[in-house]
Nanobody
């Protein structure tokens, strides 16, 4: 069982940046495919970004491609989500997810085995 803890959310103005991190309660996330999802009130959970175990492959939702960057910290193997040029429609709870399944990156929530509790990102002027 892997417990994930997201940090880095907050309230920012449009155009600003935030960097989210996802850390395990213990151990390492090195053997997991990692993903970020988000869920706004009244909306379904949607895929944001995913990164492979070694960090060589990434996937992004069209809505964030070019603005968000997913990466893995090489020292601690903690995945990050750098979010630039934030927009009001990026407002949501952002959740980190880990997958132990065979593959490169996953865009579907059902392929992930463990989830964090989420961190709120609010973009508003």
């Amino acid at each position: 069982q892997v417990q994930l803890v997201e940090t880095g959310g907050g309230l920012v103005q449009p155009g600003a940046s935030l960097r989210l991190s996802c850390a395990p309660s213990e151990g390492t996330l090195r053997t997991y495919i990692m993903g970020w999802f988000r869920q706004a009130p009244g909306k379904e959970r949607e895929f944001v970004a995913s990164i492979s175990r070694l960090g060589g492959s990434t996937s992004y939702a069209d809505s964030v491609r070019g603005r968000f960057t997913i990466s893995r910290d090489k020292l601690r193997d903690v995945p990050h989500l750098q979010m630039d040029t934030l927009r009001p429609d990026d407002t949501a709870e952002y959740l980190c997810a880990a997958s132990a399944r065979t593959g490169s990156t996953f865009t579907r929530a059902l392929n992930y085995d463990f989830w964090g509790q989420g961190t709120q990102v609010t973009v508003s002027s």
